[in-house]
């Protein structure tokens, strides 16, 4: 199994940044497609941005395109999630998943296999 470690959430008012990490503990990210999901209350969960770490070729919901960046380090250990301008409906968990490159057809939650525990991301108005 792989153990995700998801962190970087917080309480942020609309219009800031916040970045969000996700790692694994002695694990790299190289072959693997990660992505970020994130459930508010009372709501599916939802796709918000993947990475493949074979070809860099990312995906961004419309919710998010412009204003978030998903990258990874030189190493591939860490996998970021860079929020900017962040809107009061960006409020939910935000989860980190991983699923094979040889796997990966789709930024769907379905898609990933192992998934980090989420951290709390809060939009203030």
């Known amino acids: 199994d792989v153990q995700l470690q998801a962190s970087g959430g917080g309480v942020v008012q609309a219009g800031g940044s916040l970045r969000l990490s996700c790692s694994a503990s002695?694990?790299?990210?190289?072959?693997?497609?990660i992505g970020w999901f994130r459930q508010a209350p009372g709501k599916e969960r939802e796709a918000v941005s993947c990475?493949?770490?074979?070809?860099?070729?990312?995906y961004y919901s419309d919710s998010v395109k412009g204003r978030f960046t998903i990258s990874t380090d030189n190493a591939k250990t860490t996998v970021y999630l860079h929020m900017n301008r962040l809107k009061s409906e960006d409020t939910a968990v935000y989860f980190c998943?991983?699923?094979?490159?040889?796997?990966?057809?789709?930024?769907?939650?379905?898609?990933?296999?192992?998934w980090g525990q989420g951290t709390q991301v809060t939009v203030s108005s």
């Open positions: 002695r694990f790299s990210f190289d072959d693997y497609a």
């Open positions: 990475i493949s770490t074979v070809n860099l070729a990312t």
């Open positions: 998943a991983v699923v094979l490159e040889g796997d990966y057809n789709a930024c769907r939650a379905s898609e990933f296999d192992w």
